[in-house]
């Protein structure tokens, strides 16, 4: 980093003296004061300026005046005045020195020469003009040996003059902070204006090396003031080479700005999707208008067209063919159910040793970042080139005081004594963490770029960045503590400043809770960097001292921070040990789910005609086992993970088996009531014979069992695992194990259920009919016969199945069926109008509960800091650096290009609202020029051998560097040789006073070269850093990536195009491998969506035996709860998200479950067509109450998650799920269905 001091630039200008009554009032220096050279006093006519000089100080004397003061060599009519006749105020001595000091102006100011000519041209009329006694009073003082000099000047400038200057350096840059350079000499003004630009030079209250005061004096008159012309920074002069876009922004390009793209609205919504909802409902109102009237005519005809001939249902080869396959699986398994269950308990036993072998993770990139996505091979390429970026530890402390006025000044309370006393102390005591314990150190893991690799580990090589840094003594003066805090605001590179590390607190990172006016905040912040390792052994110390410093702040927090204070902090590790403490804390709430299920499913299952019976009816075995499997199915799916070495993550450990249950139970109920209904008409079953033996009748109602729902089953079970297959496509590697897991559970479960759950029932029915009690089977009601238990002869119906009888007439009759149609159509029609409103994203805070330390410093990020984080626009090697037409496309001064990297960077921050870049990037190139053009100040080599000198040495070994200037724009650049040679010298320099250029802290490891074979350096990666505005929603994170990516392919596109290389320019920032999935997210969720109901189609179409009209109907169900589901998103504030993308997918499977048993049971129902749908719904319709709907009650228990990610996506997701799959499948898809009964047998 780089200490600057602007007061020498205009030490000269208090130089000189004239006579009151002549044209001087001060000339040449006469006595030292203070360690200061004082001017003279003098009252007389501008002498001759080339008087009495040699001609070898003659040519230096015009060289520095034709450079820096050009006016005083033309008379009033712009002629050049005989070298004899020019006279100035000043003398040769003055002249040199004001050269001097003002090279420091050339390495800040010289991007903008016409910056430069302004700045030095007050200079020179303060001191040389021989106009001097009209616009310049001295007040004159005696030293201890009777001379007099000058100790005051009052320099009247015109109003005209200062604010034209200052507009025209106001623009100017310091390319390694991006910042203005003009901040740099204004001291501890408030604000930057023209009186604190010229004022801070010459004021001895601020400047302590200012040798004289200087009083700059705004005048309104021209007469008594100096008012000289002051052109604006695009206005040049013949031979002038023009400021570049960055350093004046009325030289930039125009007519490409950024600008956001105009959406159409009606009603505040999305055109598109209000004109396709409102299309949707016009056509959807007019086909079952028809359809109604269509069905009334036919009833007041009251005949269907088929109605005399005789019915005979068929069932297609297809459907027979997965009757015969599950019914010969049911008769095996019933029949030896010992076997069965034998068999699966081996396969259990294997499959959950692998669980000892599951890779568990809680890390951030892991769950939420694909290892394959372009941003993360990004992150992988940075890692590789620049190092990985380095970890961040940081506090805030909001100061809840008032706050206060000083001299006219209003100040934050951020700014009060007592808030940077305990700013201080609580920075002490992070910087002493491990020092009294003998653990780790700030100093052993912190980030130090000056550190050389082997060097001793300091604390004072600790980059730390906090107002404290202000205070190198550690100690608060009350009566001048504001005044280094605004010096250091306006120049954290100043004297005063610097930290011991080499650089300075980026006030945009120390002070927060302000919105423009700095001076307003009201938060102060610590920032401890901490170096950052790819390799996990290497990473230990890190989080050891993360954890100290985590603990240290919790104790701080609770025990000895003072009222005033509200703190919220974070380290890096700090959001994966919140994840592994909540998703640990996240069994509690779903594990009471899982309870309530459990005692649901054992109370329900059972089909007890009374109390008598109950011990016998009752089906607690059942329900206990039938759970059991569903777990051992979740189990050996975790263990076959393990095997196969996929990492998971305990979230979906958590909610993976909520959903297994909710699938596996509800085919149970549908077996256990498929069973009641065939042992119900037994006796009608014309193949069955009352001559069976028990193991006959067994072997034959379950095989009748799987034949009738086995086929439902396995539509619905490889539809879930299809959509769960589909959604293993997510980008969010968190949701892709999610969906493995739940694809392999689900795979598992249908083959236990259609095997071991078989083998369960058929001992229970051996228990059953035997009239054993449940769970104590071995005690036995007293029966008539051991073969028969006492029954009243009466079929048993459940209520619900009771209950489908009067509800299938009431759903069926016509006008119902038109009013619920239209109903649901005017719902689905809403929800398609707000589909586009759905925000994409997901917020980090969501993850965590609101109680937690780290919710509460994510929201401090987002709400007090004032500076987003960096962004590192990285350019591939592939450039030829010495080439000008190369450097112009990457450079951002004079002679660069308009469309050149960094220019295109600064003109993004002209529209940080809609790029979110707020300030324009560092340039290496840049600097690397200016630090080669400034002669005899910064590079220095060895004259024994040539090797690098600091530009502070002091050696004698070490003299300047003479560097040869290239051919281009007359010398404007380096040589291509003196490129190579000196490129590693800038980059090893250190800033300082003296060369306030140099790369080391900023550079080092931003640029990447490789020596050749003669030891020229070779430029190969590097980057230029900028810096992203605040970023507080997921929208403004989003945006911010796509805005990265659209600015670095535009750099890319005009790279190639000039050079005619395959150069690549991509952007990284921490969080793109987070939200860069987001840019495609709407494309993906309906393109996932998509192959989910293509593949469900295709499934339903081969199960029903190309039935296409139950499978269009089933699919148009499952299109409509999808589009419902996404309204409800939009109306519940769900965003879309890998998350919510993942449920929706889900949705469709779950979907298929509420609909695909009542398309079964119609398709194989014998009943006459005008009865079918009512014979579907009271065979299935109280299974999909009781086993489907009944069974995700527990769902709303999520309701009170700990954290958000689980109350929205799932509990609000799946909540809406249950009641939309509830009202589709048990009222929608029926009326649906009759529709197309009646269009197919009319």
Known sequence: MKKINFSAVLILSLSFLCCVSAKCVMYDECAEVGGFMKPCPYNDDAPSLLQN??????????????????????????????????????????????????????????RCPRCLRNFARQICEMNCSPDQARFVDVEVETDGNGIDYVNVINYRMHEDFMVNAHNSCAGVIVPQTGMPAINLMCGNAPVCDADAWFGFSGDQSVNPLAPVQVNFLRMQTEENSMNAEAPLCYETEEGDIPCSCIDCIATCPTGNEPSLPDICTVFSVNCIGFSMGIVWFAISVTIFTALAMVERKRLQNATLVNDGKKYKFKVNKVTRFFQKVFGVLGAYSAGSPVLVLMLSSWVVIYLCMGIFEVNMTSSPLELWSDPESRSRQELNYFNSRFGPFYRASQVFLTVRLDGFTVDNTTYGPAYRVEAIEELIKLEDAIMNIGRDSGGVKLENVCFAPLRARDDEEKLSDCTTMSVGTYFPSRVINNETYLTQIQNCLNNYLSFGCIAEWGGGADPEIVVGGYEDNILMANTLLLNFPITNKLNAEELEPV????????????????????????????????????????????????????????????????????????????????????????????????????????????????????????????????????????????????????????????????????????????????????????????????????????????????????????????????????????????????????????????????????????????????????????????????????????????????????????????????????????????????????????????????????????????????????TYISRSSNSWLDDFFDWATLTNSCCKYNVTDGSFCPSTSNSLDCVYCTIDRGDYANGLRPGSEAFYKYIPFFLQDEPNDVCTKGGLASYYNNVNYVLDSEGRAIVQDTNFMAYHSTIVTSQDYISAVRNGYEISESITAVIREQTGTDVEVFPYSVFYVYFEQYLTMWEDTFLFISYCLIGTFIINLIATGFNVLISLALIICVFMIIVEMMGIMYMWNIPLNAVSCINLIVSIGISVEFCSHIAYAYATSEAPPKDKIADALKRVGGTVITGITFTNIPIIVLAFSYTEIIEVFFFRMLFSLVILGFLHGMVFFPVLLSYINDIKYR
Not at 76 to 105: F, H
Not at 693 to 719: D, L
Request: aromatic share 10%.
């Open 53 to 110: 000089l040699s001609e070898e100080d003659r040519a230096e004397v015009l060289r520095i005046v034709e450079t820096r003061c050009p006016f005083l060599l033309y008379d009033a009519e712009g002629n050049r005045l005989a070298d004899n006749d020019i006279t100035t105020c000043c003398s040769r001595t003055q002249l040199v020195k004001m050269e001097e000091s003002l090279l420091l102006a050339d390495s800040i100011l010289g």
């Open 543 to 914: 989080m050891e001292w993360e954890k100290h410093f985590i603990d240290l702040m919790h104790d701080y927090q609770e025990n000895w921070k003072s009222d005033f204070i509200d703190v919220a902090f974070g380290a890096e590790r700090s959001i994966e040990d919140e994840i592994q403490r909540v998703s640990e804390a996240e069994a509690i709430p779903i594990a009471i789910s899982y309870i309530l299920m459990f005692i649901y499913v054992i109370l329900a299952l059972g089909n007890i005609r009374s109390l008598k019976s109950c011990l016998t009816e009752g089906k607690i075995s059942v329900a206990i086992a039938s759970i059991f499997v569903v777990l051992m199915a979740i189990a050996c799916a975790l263990g076959s993970l393990g095997y196969a070495g996929v990492t998971i993550t305990l979230l979906a450990v958590n909610v993976i088996p909520f959903f297994i249950l909710s699938v596996g139970v509800d085919n149970v109920f549908l077996m256990v009531n498929t069973l009641q209904d065939i042992e119900n008409n037994l006796k009608d079953d014309q193949d069955y014979n009352e001559n069976f033996t028990f193991e006959k009748r067994k072997s034959y109602v379950f095989s009748k069992m799987m034949s009738q729902i086995g086929p439902s089953m396995f539509v619905s079970s490889v539809t879930q695992i299809t959509c769960f297959a589909i959604g293993t496509l997510a980008n969010f590697p968190a949701v892709r194990t999610f969906a493995l897991f739940a694809t392999v559970s689900l795979g598992m479960l249908f083959v236990f259920q259609i095997t071991t759950v078989v083998a369960i029932l058929a001992i229970d029915y051996k228990r059953s009919k035997q009239n054993r009690f449940d769970v104590f089977c071995c005690i036995r009601r007293k029966v008539l016969n051991d073969e028969q238990p006492l029954q009243d002869g009466r079929p048993y119906q459940s209520v619900t199945r009771r209950l489908m009888t009067p509800y299938a007439k009431y759903l069926l009759n016509w006008k119902v069926k038109f009013v619920l149609s239209l109903l649901f159509m005017t719902f689905l029609s809403i929800c398609i109008i707000l589909i586009p409103q759905i925000e994409v994203g997901l917020d980090q805070e969501m993850a965590l509960p609101k109680d937690s330390y780290v919710y509460k410093y994510l929201v401090a990020v987002n709400e007090l800091m004032v500076l987003g984080p960096p962004i590192y626009f990285v350019l591939k090697g592939g450039l030829d650096f010495t080439d000008p037409e190369h450097q112009n496309v990457i450079c951002g001064s004079q002679m660069c290009r308009d469309d050149s990297l960094t220019t295109q960077v600064f003109l993004a921050t002209q529209y940080r609202d809609i």
